[in-house]
C-alpha cells in the first residue's frame, strides 16, 4: 500500500512538473489605511493561516508592511489593531519567486456606541443597567492596555447582567477573531444582530467570516443587512457585488459595483473586475472591455493588472 502512494505521487509530480520543482515564494503584503497612499504606521497582529486553517505567521507590525516565505497556494489573511476595523479575506499566493498584496484596512470608529444623529438609539440600548455598562467601560480600558483577557473577563460579566448587551457581544466577538475562534467568534456576532438588526458593523463581521470560508449564499443576507444600515460602505458594497457575482446574480452585481464607482473609491478598483466578469455573462462583451480598461486606468500596477489584460486579450480575439 505504502509503495502504491509513493508510486501515486510519483505520477503526479511527473504529470505536473511544475510540482517536483515548486519553491518557496517572498510573500510582501503592504497595508494601507483607506483613503491614503502610504503604508500604515501603527501597529497592526497580521495573522496569516493556510487553506487548512493551520497557523503559518503572526506578527505584530508597526510599519506597515511583512514579508514571508511561504508555499504558493491559497492563505487566510487577518490583520487585527486597535485604530482599525479587523480585516479578512484570501489571498491566492501564485508560483512565482515573489507575490505582492496591497491591502486596505478601515479605521475604527472611535466609539462604537455613536450612532448619526437621524438614527435612533435601539431599543436593546436604552435598557443597560448602569452596572454592565461599567463592566463594559472596564473592557475598554482593559482593550485599550492590549490585555484581552481581562477584557473578556469584564464582557462576560456585562453580559450577565444584561444578557441583551448587543456591543459586549459584539466586542467578544472582536475578542475572538483576534485570538482566531472564527467560530466562536461569529456566534457572537449573530448574537448581535440577533438583538440589534440595525447593528452593521455586527453584520458586516458575520459576512466576514462566511466569505472566509466562500460561503458566499450565507453571506449575502447579512451583506444586505449591513447595507441597509449603512448604505455607502464600500467594503459592503465591494464584497456585494462579488458575493452576487458568484451566486451568478449578475446584474445585481454590476449594480453593486456601479454604486462603488459612484463614489471616491481608491482601494476598490477591482469592482471593474466583478463588473466586466458580469457583463461578459450577460454576452455584453464591449461594456465588459470597458469595465477591464477602467480598472486597468484606476490600479495599472495592481496585483490584478494581469487578469484585465488577459480578459481585454480574449475579448479582443474573440469572433465579432
Not at 84 to 89: C, Q, V
Not at 231 to 237: A, G, K, N, V
Amino acid at each position: 500500500m505504502r509503495l502504491r502512494k509513493q508510486f501515486a505521487v510519483l505520477t503526479l509530480l511527473m504529470a505536473f512538473p511544475g510540482l517536483a520543482q515548486m519553491t518557496r515564494v517572498s510573500f510582501r503584503l503592504v497595508i494601507v489605511r483607506e483613503g491614503e497612499k502610504m503604508p500604515l504606521q501603527e501597529q497592526v497582529t497580521v495573522t496569516i493561516r493556510n487553506d487548512w486553517g493551520d497557523m503559518v505567521t503572526s506578527q505584530d507590525v508597526t510599519h506597515g508592511f511583512i514579508t514571508v516565505d511561504v508555499k504558493p497556494g491559497l492563505y487566510r489573511l487577518s490583520i487585527t489593531g486597535a485604530g482599525i476595523e479587523t480585516y479578512m479575506s484570501d489571498v491566492k499566493i501564485e508560483p512565482m519567486p515573489s507575490w505582492s498584496e496591497t491591502v486596505y484596512v478601515r479605521s475604527k470608529k472611535t466609539a462604537i456606541v455613536e450612532t448619526r444623529s437621524n438614527a435612533p438609539i435601539p431599543a436593546v440600548r436604552l435598557k443597560i443597567p448602569r452596572q454592565a455598562k461599567d463592566e463594559y467601560r472596564k473592557a475598554e480600558a482593559a482593550l485599550s492596555k492590549n490585555d484581552p483577557e481581562a477584557a473578556r473577563l469584564h464582557l462576560t460579566r456585562a453580559i450577565a447582567l444584561y444578557p441583551d448587551y448587543d456591543l459586549a457581544y459584539f466586542e467578544m466577538g472582536k475578542l475572538e477573531i483576534a485570538a482566531g475562534h472564527r467560530d466562536l467568534a461569529q456566534a457572537h456576532f449573530q448574537s448581535a444582530v440577533k438583538l440589534n438588526d440595525a447593528f452593521g458593523e455586527a453584520h458586516r463581521e458575520v459576512a466576514k467570516i462566511l466569505l472566509a470560508d466562500k460561503n458566499y449564499a450565507g453571506a449575502e443576507p447579512a451583506l444586505l443587512a449591513a447595507l441597509r444600515s449603512d448604505p455607502r460602505d464600500l467594503w459592503t458594497l465591494s464584497f456585494a457585488a462579488l458575493t452576487e457575482l458568484e451566486l451568478s446574480k449578475f446584474a445585481e452585481a454590476i449594480a453593486y459595483a456601479s454604486r462603488v464607482h459612484s463614489f471616491q473609491h481608491a482601494g476598490y478598483a477591482s469592482v471593474h473586475l466583478i463588473a466586466g466578469k458580469s457583463l461578459e455573462a450577460l454576452h455584453r462583451p464591449e461594456d465588459a472591455g470597458a469595465e477591464y480598461r477602467q480598472y486597468l486606468a484606476e490600479d495599472p500596477n495592481g496585483s490584478n493588472a494581469l487578469r484585465a489584460r488577459e480578459a481585454l486579450a480574449r475579448l479582443t480575439a474573440a469572433p465579432k
